[in-house]
């Protein structure tokens, strides 16, 4: 394993104990909502700072993006961590057992390594670049299903910003005939992990942030998938519009949902 995706483990597990813990102890939790329907605890701050410490003490010199704390670290430093420290918090403060660490690492812009762990499940996942996807160390592929009719889709519903709700219902309505199903489980990071895993065929969602998605991407992609924004472009990361799937079912799904991308979400 490569050593910075080792220490990226070291770290995902050292905030999978801080989740364990907080999941024993919901109704003592301290919560605020950081906006309308987005809430954050004091694990996902506890658990930050457990990943941040490991990866600030073995690479000092690595700039960080994490989502409870932000940017840190030298604006052109060539590695980059980018961290949820808890992805699916509403999830777990309602004890329904579906959430994810996500800790990926960019070097020079790109994607690069990947930590996917999930602690209900003690799931690991992981990728580095040109080396394949993993999970608990056995390689994954995404599925060999290439009919949209027989595909089972993961999405996510907007949540805290509504502005796209039509073109995301518009979406939603042409698919439900058109696939096996969908599913909103709530958790982005383990959206893509379990489409790498061949677990559902395709992915989309409006409005993600980074952190919510670049571990989860490239696992995807060293799995065999395809990933791409609304356009068909590689733009995820910044505009957060994701459309992924295995190489047949990801073609037929970006089709699909093209004819409603507004201008706005082309971006």
Same mark, same amino acid.
């Given at each position: 394993?490569?050593?910075?995706?080792?220490?990226?483990?070291?770290?995902?597990?050292?905030?999978?104990?801080?989740?364990?813990?907080?999941?024993?102890?919901?109704?003592?939790?301290?919560?605020?909502?950081?906006?309308?329907?987005?809430?954050?605890?004091?694990?996902?701050?506890?658990?930050?700072?457990?990943?941040?410490?490991?990866?600030?003490?073995?690479? +000092? #010199?690595? &700039?960080? @993006?994490?989502?409870?704390?932000?940017?840190? !670290?030298?604006? $052109?430093?060539? /590695?980059?961590?980018?961290?949820?420290?808890?992805?699916?918090?509403?999830?777990?403060?309602?004890?329904?057992?579906?959430?994810?660490?996500?800790?990926?690492?960019?070097?020079?812009?790109?994607?690069?390594?990947?930590?996917?762990?999930?602690?209900?499940?003690?799931?690991?996942?992981?990728?580095?670049?040109?080396?394949?996807?993993?999970?608990?160390?056995?390689?994954?592929?995404?599925?060999?299903?290439?009919?949209?009719?027989?595909?089972?889709?993961?999405?996510?519903?907007?949540?805290?910003?509504?502005?796209?709700?039509?073109?995301?219902?518009?979406?939603?309505?042409?698919?439900?005939?058109?696939?096996?199903?969908?599913?909103? +489980? #709530?958790? &982005?990071? @383990?959206?893509?992990?379990?489409?790498?895993? !061949?677990?559902? $065929?395709?992915? /989309?969602?409006?409005?993600?942030?980074?952190?919510?998605?670049?571990?989860?991407?490239?696992?995807?992609?060293?799995?065999?998938?395809?990933?791409?924004?609304?356009?068909?472009?590689?733009?995820?990361?910044?505009?957060?519009?994701?459309?992924?799937?295995?190489?047949?079912?990801?073609?037929?799904?970006?089709?699909?949902?093209?004819?409603?991308?507004?201008?706005?979400?082309?971006?």
């Amino acid at each position: 394993m490569h050593p910075m995706l080792n220490t990226a483990v070291k770290a995902a597990r050292a905030a999978g104990k801080v989740i364990n813990y907080g999941s024993q102890n919901l109704d003592r939790l301290t919560v605020h909502s950081k906006r309308e329907n987005d809430y954050v605890s004091e694990i996902d701050h506890k658990a930050e700072q457990a990943i941040v410490e490991i990866l600030r003490d073995a690479y +000092p #010199g690595h &700039a960080i @993006l994490a989502e409870e704390t932000g940017e840190s !670290g030298a604006a $052109d430093a060539e /590695f980059q961590w980018i961290i949820d420290p808890l992805d699916g918090t509403t999830n777990f403060l309602h004890g329904f057992p579906q959430y994810a660490v996500s800790i990926a690492l960019m070097y020079r812009g790109q994607l690069d390594q990947a930590v996917i762990y999930d602690p209900v499940r003690n799931d690991l996942y992981t990728a580095s670049r040109g080396r394949g996807a993993f999970l608990n160390e056995r390689r994954i592929r995404v599925s060999k299903r290439d009919k949209l009719q027989d595909a089972l889709i993961g999405t996510g519903f907007p949540f805290r910003d509504f502005s796209h709700l039509d073109a995301y219902t518009a979406m939603f309505r042409e698919l439900l005939p058109k696939t096996s199903g969908l599913r909103r +489980p #709530g958790s &982005a990071a @383990l959206d893509l992990a379990w489409l790498a895993a !061949g677990h559902t $065929d395709g992915f /989309f969602e409006i409005g993600l942030s980074p952190w919510d998605i670049a571990a989860g991407c490239l696992l995807v992609l060293e799995a065999g998938g395809l990933v791409s924004d609304f356009a068909g472009e590689e733009n995820y990361l910044r505009s957060g519009n994701v459309v992924a799937g295995n190489p047949k079912v990801f073609v037929q799904l970006l089709r699909t949902i093209q004819p409603h991308v507004t201008a706005e979400l082309r971006g």
